[in-house]
């Protein structure tokens, strides 16, 4: 483990050298836990991302769950999503000891010198108020990134942290970074709620302020990206006025 970081206290730690994916195994282990725990995978062979959609991760690339059994209602416990973010946020400047370069792209992305680094994915079980577990899906590309072909059109290119910015960081040490600083940010979340989250995600948005396009599968939104509203939804100024968008893709 790093200098000066420790693990969280109440946090459990699985490291699996392979497993289908890191997301299908924490609903496997969800109802034995006794509190929130991280899995870590060397290599998955099943690994997905948002939509569905086939996620690469060669050997060396970061993947990990935080599985957790909330009390809280379903759009509470979505928000983080944020608090996930701002982690990975802090967890990449600790591991390069730089700030510059790195951006949070709503809804789940950390960028990197504007390409995509690493995402995150929530999946749930349960229904209603009573969700049974909770996964946060972590992937980040700290060694290599999936060619520009493999990912569909209008998407950012992929990136790696070391083709970025030449520092190799193997996953079990990452994680050691990435666990303290979720565990303080979700301690910010339960005592304060979302607005201090909102806030500091906020001050690491990307293109803040400026047009982007928001695609559901139904419609596409073009306008303002003016904030993150307290819901978590992305709020854009668009010809027809201001809209609140709940899920989507984004491209710039």
């Not at 599985?67 to 928000?79: F, G, I, K, N």
């Not at 899906?137 to 209008?154: H, R």
Request: proline fraction near 6%; charge should be neutral; include cysteine.
């Amino acid at each position: 483990m790093k200098p000066g970081t420790c693990w969280p206290e109440g946090y459990g730690r699985r490291v699996l050298a392979r497993v289908d994916s890191t997301n299908a195994e924490a609903a496997r282990i969800a109802p034995g836990l006794a509190g929130p725990e991280w899995i870590l995978a060397l290599e998955q062979t099943a690994a997905r991302g948002r939509r569905g959609r086939a996620w690469a991760n060669p050997a060396g690339n970061f993947a990990a769950t935080l599985v957790m059994r909330p009390s809280e209602t379903p759009d509470r416990v979505a928000l983080r999503s944020f608090v996930a973010a701002l982690a990975l946020f802090d967890a990449l400047v600790a591991a390069t000891g730089r700030a510059q370069g790195f951006a949070l792209k709503w809804p789940n992305d950390v960028l990197l010198n504007g390409g995509k680094l690493a995402g995150i994915l929530l999946e749930s079980a349960g229904a209603g108020a009573a969700l049974s577990h909770f996964a946060i899906g972590i992937g980040v590309n700290l060694v290599a990134a999936p060619d520009a072909g493999e990912v569909e059109a209008g998407a950012l290119r992929p990136v790696s942290l070391l083709s970025e910015t030449g520092i190799a960081i193997a996953p079990e040490p990452f994680l050691d970074l990435l666990a303290p600083a979720y565990a303080r940010h979700e301690a910010q979340f339960v005592t304060y709620g979302f607005a201090p989250i909102r806030a500091a995600w906020l001050a690491r948005a990307a293109r803040l302020g400026d047009t982007i396009v928001a695609r559901t599968p139904r419609e596409t939104h073009e306008g303002r990206f003016e904030t993150v509203d307290d819901a978590g939804n992305l709020i854009l100024t668009t010809a027809r006025g201001r809209q609140a968008i709940a899920a989507a893709d984004v491209f710039f």
